[in-house]
Structure formats: C-alpha cells, structure tokens
C-alpha cells in the first residue's frame, strides 16, 4: 500500500511538473482565481504583466497583484459569469499597452462555478496596425470623394443643359479635367506605395552597385522644367566617386519627390541644393530650399500618409500628401531613415540616410 501511495503521489507530481512547465512556457498570461478573488495559479508571462513575480503571488488577492482597476473588474466580472467574456483592457505601465482579456469559468466536478480561468494577450501592435489601416481607408476615401464629388456637380451641371456660353462650357471642362488629373495622381501615388511595400516585403528591390551623381543628376533633370518655369536654380553638391548598393530608380524617385516640394514651397528665383556626402558608411542624400519652411509642430507626423501642413495649399499644388510617405518607404526598403528639419519663413532641409556604402 505504501509502494501504490508513493507512486500515486509521484504520478501526481510529475502531472503538476508538466502543466506547470506547460503554463511557464505559454507566451499568454494565465491566471486561475478562486471565488475569493485570489490567485490559484499564474504563469510567468501574466506575472511579468502586472510587473510581479509568480511565487510571490499565489494565494493573494487580485488587488495585491494586478494594479489595473479595469482588470479587477474584469476578472470580479468573469467569477459572477458562468459564460466565457472577453474585452481590450488598456494598462498603463511604462507605456499604455492594450491587453485583450478572456475568461472562462472553472467548475468542480459536480458543475459548481468554483473560480475562473483568465487568457491575456498584448495585442497593442496588432491594434495599432488595425486602427492604421482604418485611418488609412477613411483617408483614402475621403480624399477620392472630394474630386468625385465636383467631377459629378459639373458634369450634371453641362448634362442639364444650363451653360450655354461656349467659354463657359470649357471652363467647366477645365475643372473637371483637374479633378480627374487630381484623381490619377492619388491612385498612381497609392500605387507607388503599395508597390515599394510590395517590393521591400518580398525582398524583390533590385540592389546594384550605383553612382550617387548620375541618380542625382538623372533627378534635377526630371524636375527642371518645373525649376524653370518658377525660375529656380537646382544646385548640385556631391562627391563624384561615392557609390551606394541602391535600387537607382527607387532613390530617383524619392529624390524627384524631395525636389519637387522644394520646388512647390518655395518663393520664384530662389535656390534649391541637392546634396549628397558620406558619413562614416553612411550617405545622406539631402535637399535643402528657401522656401516656406515648416512649424516645428507639425515635424514628427510630416512623413505620415495623408498628413499636410497646409491642406489647402497643398491640393492648390496638386499634392496628394503621399509624396514624403514614398520617400520614407523608400529609406525603409534600403534599410535607412529620414530626417527633417525646418524653421518657419526660412526654408527646409529633407534628407534620405542610406546605410553601407561600398
Ligand atoms: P504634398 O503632396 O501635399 O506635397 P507630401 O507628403 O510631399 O505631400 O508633403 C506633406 C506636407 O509637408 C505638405 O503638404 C507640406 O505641407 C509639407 N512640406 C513638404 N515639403 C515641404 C517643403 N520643402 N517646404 C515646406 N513644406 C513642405
């Protein structure tokens, strides 16, 4: 009998060794209350949650361990309900992070509620991503509506007949096709993005060893009518030899954007230099113009999608507001950063930092 008693009894502690290896190596908080409101079991990673450590909190009450009103009521809630709940709690510890809580009941052999069983996962990234792509489809849609909306207004306008001076017809036809121009810059722009994201993701950028200068230059080429017509000097100062493992069309691209703001920002006759030097072994690619400039406020959402100083001026512009989103991604997909700094009235310096230059 005692033979039996022994191995039961190590049969039972090697079960509870197993579940509890089992529990410490769950990325999820667990924790098992009883109706008191104290703590049965918890894991190590619900213990790490509520800043604590496991052996310390068996057998305390709630409030002993977890700092979180919202979760004390949650976890009171799940031990008066005999049905699974679930809901986005925001903890606030270093950081706010937001923790998604599920609870199931705990019953005794005969089917009595004796306590409950609480899930918990930092679903903080997960949400923020959500709320991004929901922003991201308000804003998308918002910005199609409003050329949308006119292109309608004035074809109903010429469809009812009410114009009947010629110039006045043509006028009308003017405005719609600046609308619809205005339409195919923000779809081709969305489709830019959509394609370096694309690209970056599935490690399709086409790296090559390439002359700094020549994408320089090939970039002031594209925006000189621009420059021209504003009468706006472009200079150029960079080092003839430095090479960079870049995809040349992709940092064109992000070049002609830079330039191109330059450009709309600032005053006729002024000047606009493209720099490019090398740091350590890094390059930085800067623009740098007399123009506006920017309100220090407004700095850290710049590269945003969508995000605009100005929204007036800058649809005067015939800017979709994804221009410095690009060249962010840009950066990104070559493992590099932007940077931008600005004083209102007195211009603006944009730069691309690209790393490992060979
Ligand atoms: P947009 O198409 O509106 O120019 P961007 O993403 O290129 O969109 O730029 C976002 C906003 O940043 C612009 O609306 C403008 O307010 C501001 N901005 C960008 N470049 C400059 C610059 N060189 N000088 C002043 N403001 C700028």
Do not use: W
């Amino acid at each position: 009998m005692a033979a039996q008693l022994e191995s039961r009894i190590e049969t039972i502690i090697s079960q509870r060794n197993q579940l509890e290896t089992v529990l410490a190596s769950m990325l999820e908080g667990v924790i098992a209350v009883d109706k008191d409101e104290r703590i049965v079991s918890i894991n190590r990673a619900a213990a790490q949650l509520f800043e604590n450590d496991p052996a310390s909190c068996q057998g305390k009450s709630i409030e002993e361990v977890i700092r979180s009103p919202a979760m004390q009521q949650f976890i009171r809630r799940s031990l008066t309900n005999k049905n699974p709940i679930e809901e986005d709690i925001t903890v606030y510890q270093n950081e706010e992070r937001i923790i998604e809580a599920k609870s199931a009941p705990l019953m005794d052999a005969d089917q009595n509620q004796i306590g409950s069983l609480v899930v918990f996962n930092d679903v903080t990234q997960l949400r923020r991503l959500e709320n991004m792509r929901r922003d991201f489809v308000a804003n998308v849609s918002h910005e199609i509506k409003t050329p949308l909306t006119a292109i309608k207004g004035f074809v109903e306008t010429l469809q009812q007949g009410k114009v009947d001076k010629a110039e006045e017809n043509s006028r009308f036809l003017g405005i719609i096709q600046k609308h619809v121009d205005r339409l195919n810059s923000i779809v081709e722009d969305l489709l830019a993005l959509a394609r370096i994201e694309q690209k970056d993701e599935q490690k399709e950028i086409n790296f090559e060893p390439a002359k700094i200068v020549d994408v320089c230059q090939a970039a002031i080429q594209l925006c000189h009518p621009k420059a021209e017509e504003k009468n706006i000097r472009i200079d150029l100062d960079c080092e003839k030899d430095t090479t960079a493992i870049i995809d040349p069309t992709l940092i064109e691209q992000a070049m002609v954007n830079l330039l191109d703001n330059a450009l709309k920002y600032s005053e006729p006759q002024s000047t606009v230099l493209l720099k490019s030097h090398q740091q350590n072994s890094d390059v930085i690619i800067s623009v740098q113009d007399h123009g506006i400039g920017i309100a220090q406020k407004h700095l850290p959402r710049l590269f945003e999608r969508f995000y605009r100083v100005d929204k007036a001026r800058s649809r005067k512009m015939g800017g979709t507001g994804l221009g410095l989103a690009i060249v962010k991604h840009i950066a990104q997909a070559h493992g590099g950063h932007v940077s931008v700094e600005s004083q209102l009235g007195e211009g603006s310096r944009f730069s691309i930092h690209l790393p490992h230059v060979k």
